[in-house]
């Protein structure tokens, strides 16, 4: 019965979040709901002491990427940089590459080291205008986001700075770039298939007739101005955030240290407020990179912006509130189903499966799935079986690099369904609903999952690592 509830919470917030309800509203519900019937006199505790405490948590440290990353993606719009980038991809790979012109942006910011939420906000204005210039329905548009963002440059290709491939590092005592040719077989895998997914129901749209699309919502604004800037002059501001947040990520522990303490000027005694850097450091380096590629952007194109700067920015403004908070609501569900005994009973049954690496990866995928995180899954299931599957490698002769790397794909499996904080975020910002765009997301996810058995299968028959 534990486990019924806690499936029947997870399916009601997929439910409700394909068909258009806000998560933020039912996150709780469905959490509460679940704690109403496994522990009645816990619903107000669990409420406040768990669910809002994450969700605030989450929010203290992320809104800040989110409302940057969203001003940012803005200015790229209005400043015309999004469509001098779509006509020289179009000049460069011609228009009926507009797919593979899109996932190779996102991956190349991805693996920069941007936030996957920023990437969203940065690449789809101009994704908008590339698609609508190719004449490719806009609802292809977050399946081909999340290819470049969601899956191989965030988990698989070696060296990927993303959180997801940091994790493991702290328990099986690796580094990113663990399992180099493992990671790079699942990123070809990954893709191949998936830009050949995509591109055919491209050309199945493009043979009943489907165009763009007409009466749609959050379209970027249409740029008034007939002259473009240079290409390496749009592209600039992108490879800025890239870089600067390599470097601010190096060099911002260097100048703060390990913490950074300050006594606050109040009134009467006053508690020192310590700051972990070395917790913070990555989300300092991002904002930042961010900072940076807005300056970058108003000093290259100041008149075309500051016309609309002010409609705008509340529009930016409007949807990184929306996404973050949608986002949090979910970290708040995933906080509190993994608290009740029905997630134990869950955990505690992926421990049967014989195959060290099967074990792993399914697990792994299994808690991302049920808490729509791929980050907090792989956090609940490494944090609780590490031990278990370090002995299991060693037992088995498995490279503990092989198990990062299998740890770390698994992770960004089954983590986007229809509840997964990323995809209603992409969902939202690109103004598109579950039932227009979600069939390919999930294609992709299942291309994502399949390239982890890929993965298992290589190292099993070859001993590659």
Known sequence: MAFLIVLAALCFLMFAAYRGYSVILFAPIAALGAVLLTEPALVAPMFTGLFMDKMVGFLKLYFPVFMLGAVFGKLIELSGFSKAIVAATIGLVGRGRAILSIVLVCALLTYGGVSLFVVVFAVYPFAAELFRASHIPKRLIPGTIALGAFTFTMDSLPGTPQIQNIIPTAFFGTNAWAAPWLGTIGAVFILIVGLAYLESRRRKAA??????????????????????????????????????????????????GETQSFLPSVVGEARPVVQEVSKIAAIWAVEGALLVGILCVLAFAWRPVIRQFADGSKAAVGGALLASMNTASEYGFGAVIAALPGFKLVADALHTIPNPLLNEAVTVTALAGITGSASGGMGIALAAMADTFIANAHAAGIPLEVMHR??????????TLPHNGAVITLLAVTGLTHRQSYRDIFAITVIKTLA??????AYCLTGVV
Do not use: Q, W
């Open 207 to 256: 043979a009943a007739g489907e165009g763009y699309g007409d009466n749609l919502v959050n379209e970027p604004a249409p740029f008034e101005s007939g002259k473009l800037a240079h290409p390496l002059v749009a592209l600039l501001p992108l490879v800025l955030v890239g870089a600067c947040n390599k470097l601010f990520t190096d060099l911002i522990p260097r100048v703060y």
């Open 406 to 415: 299998v740890a770390a794909m698994a992770s960004g499996g089954m983590d």
């Open 452 to 457: 982890v058995l890929v993965v298992i299968a």
